[in-house]
């Protein structure tokens, strides 16, 4: 049976790919931008495709995007909070607008959907949604990336609860956290840097160098298979909360657990001296 997709971000990256992918299964697919012109160009005509263009951290516009989904297609069944972007600068460098700005669209734009597309999920006893994190939503030790890991880390942890809250209702919830494919994040537009740089970081800059220089269209992960996954994990009987994407996340992911209960038991005698 068909399903009706609401995805933000779709004019590039997963969700672009997302999009595509869907209506070529003939879903119907109701997708987001900031500019509804080009991102009916890149997708074409589809009857069961519905552009909006929509701005996230406006709850308004957010409810009309719901609704016209709601209206068009008669349900709302999975939900991808994938529209954000990457910030780069060391904590002292970002100034509190810039800091600010990415918590909006990275963490508020996303609550906003989720406040706007639970009630029809509620009502229909079902949905699934899917909030892209990154692998920095599970570990932060990138120098240059502290505030956009923080507001990944920040989808990370209100997914899991999100989990927990709607299970009740048939809902899932899952928190999807890629590695490093090969999409135009870490091209202009998609990542921003800040507008006063301190010269004393040069570790930030070095990342910095590195990420937006060589790493940049060199990365491991297939978008295509990336949202495959992704979309195959609608269908699967016991979705994961967390859903690590790339061999890179998954070495990562695995080096970070392994390295926190090692830092745990070291550390045990302080930790469980503090109880009555």
Not at 40 to 51: C, I
Request: one cysteine or more; hydrophobic letters at 40%; a negative charge.
């Amino acid at each position: 049976m068909k399903k009706v997709w609401f995805i933000t971000g779709a004019s590039k990256g997963f969700g672009l790919e997302l999009v595509r992918q869907l209506l070529a299964k003939n879903e119907n697919v109701a997708a987001t931008s900031r500019n509804k012109k080009e991102l009916a160009e890149l997708v074409g005509e589809h009857n069961n495709f519905l552009p909006l263009q929509v701005t996230l951290n406006d709850e308004s516009d957010v409810k009309k995007a719901i609704d016209a989904t709601i209206e068009k297609f008669g349900s709302l069944d999975v939900i991808i909070n994938n529209a954000g972007y990457g910030l780069f600068g060391s904590i002292e460098e970002l100034s509190d607008a810039e800091a600010r700005q990415n918590f909006e669209v990275n963490v508020f734009g996303s609550l906003n959907v989720i406040r706007q597309g639970l009630p029809q999920m509620r009502k229909q006893r079902s949905g699934h949604i899917f909030n892209i994190s990154s692998i920095g939503g599970y570990l932060g030790d990138f120098p240059g990336f502290g505030i956009y890991c923080a507001t990944k880390f920040a989808v990370v942890g209100f997914t899991e609860s999100l989990a927990m809250e709607v299970r009740d209702f048939n809902i899932k919830a899952t928190a999807v956290m890629p590695g490093y494919f090969r999409t135009s994040f870490l091209t202009s537009g998609s990542i921003a840097t800040p507008t006063n740089e301190i010269a004393d970081y040069q570790s930030t800059r070095d990342s910095q160098d590195f990420h937006l220089n060589q790493m940049n269209m060199n990365q491991n992960g297939d978008p295509v298979k990336g949202a495959k996954a992704i979309i195959d994990t609608v269908y699967a009987e016991n979705a994961p909360v967390h859903l690590f994407l790339g061999s890179d996340a998954y070495k990562l992911a695995k080096d970070k657990a392994k390295s926190v209960i090692d830092e745990l038991e070291s550390w045990k005698g302080v930790t469980v001296s503090t109880d009555f």
